[in-house]
C-alpha cells in the first residue's frame, strides 16, 4: 500500500485477554516505530525497530508488553493479559534509513479498549 | 523525565493572526527537530523540521525557529487558518552511531484552535 497500514483499527478485550497489533510499513523503510497515545495524553515511545531487530525498546511499560518484526517489514506488537490501564491508541510509524534524518510516516493507530 | 516538553496544552487565535508555538527540550544532543500535526482519529503528518545546525527554516505558512543555547524551539503559523485546528506535537531525534537516524521523542502536544 501506499502508506503505513495498521490494524484492527478497534479492538475492545476482555481484561487479562492477549492482543495482537498490526503494523505493514512503507515498503522499503526498513524502521519502525511504536508508540501509544492514552486520553488526554501526548505519544508515548515503546520501541523502535531498524531492520528486524530492536536498538531501543526502552519505552515498553512493562514485560506484558512484547514486539516483533519480521523480513525488515510487518511488526507485530503483543501486549498479554492486558489491564484497563493499556487502553490507548496504538500509532506505528516507519522510515527510510539511511544518513540523516529521515520523515517518519504515520498509520491511522489501533484504538484499543480494555474493558 | 520528559525530555521534549511543551508547556502549552491549548492555544486559540483568531483567524488570520499569528501563531506561536512553543517547545522546549533537555538533551543538548538532539539533532533534529520536527514539527507533526494530527487531526482526531487520524495519524500524525509531518509538517516542518529544522537540523540542529540551523536556527530558523520557512516553509510557506510555516516557520520553525531554532533557539539552541535555550534549548527551546517554536513554530510560527502565519496567517492561521480555521483548518490550522489540530493537535500540533514538537519531536527531537537523534542521529545513531551510524549516522541515521534513531528514535524519536515526542512531546505531549498543544491543541490548536484558530476561531474564525
Known amino acids: 500500500g501506499a502508506g503505513v497500514s495498521q490494524s484492527p483499527s478497534n479492538k475492545v478485550t476482555e481484561k487479562g485477554k492477549d492482543v495482537e497489533l498490526r503494523c505493514d510499513p512503507i515498503s522499503g523503510h526498513t524502521a519502525l516505530y511504536w508508540y501509544r497515545q492514552r486520553l488526554g495524553q501526548g505519544l508515548e515511545f515503546l520501541i523502535y525497530f531498524q531492520g528486524n531487530s530492536a536498538p531501543d525498546k526502552s519505552g515498553l511499560p512493562s514485560d506484558r508488553f512484547s514486539a516483533e518484526r519480521t523480513g525488515e517489514s510487518v511488526s507485530t506488537l503483543t501486549i498479554q493479559r492486558t489491564q484497563q490501564e493499556d487502553s490507548a491508541v496504538y500509532l506505528c510509524a516507519s522510515s527510510v534509513t539511511g544518513t540523516g534524518w529521515a520523515e517518519a510516516f504515520f498509520g491511522q493507530g489501533t484504538r484499543l479498549t480494555v474493558v | 523525565d520528559q525530555q521534549v516538553k511543551q508547556n502549552s496544552p491549548s492555544l486559540s487565535v483568531q483567524e488570520g493572526r499569528i501563531s506561536i508555538l512553543n517547545c522546549d527540550y533537555t538533551?543538548?544532543?538532539?539533532?533534529?527537530f520536527l514539527w507533526y500535526k494530527k487531526y482526531p482519529a487520524e495519524g500524525p503528518t509531518f509538517l516542518i523540521s529544522?537540523?540542529?545546525?540551523?536556527d530558523k527554516n520557512e516553509d510557506g505558512r510555516f516557520t520553525v525557529f531554532l533557539n539552541k543555547s535555550a534549548k527551546h524551539l517554536s513554530l510560527h503559523i502565519v496567517p492561521s487558518q480555521p483548518g490550522d485546528s489540530a493537535v500540533y506535537f514538537c519531536?527531537?531525534?537523534?542521529?545513531?552511531?551510524?549516522?541515521?537516524?534513531?528514535?524519536?521523542?515526542f512531546g505531549k502536544g498543544t491543541k490548536l484552535s484558530v476561531k474564525p
Open positions: 529544522i537540523s540542529s545546525i540551523k
Open positions: 519531536a527531537a531525534s537523534l542521529l545513531n552511531y551510524g549516522g541515521s537516524q534513531g528514535n524519536l521523542i
Open positions: 538533551n543538548s544532543m538532539f539533532d533534529y
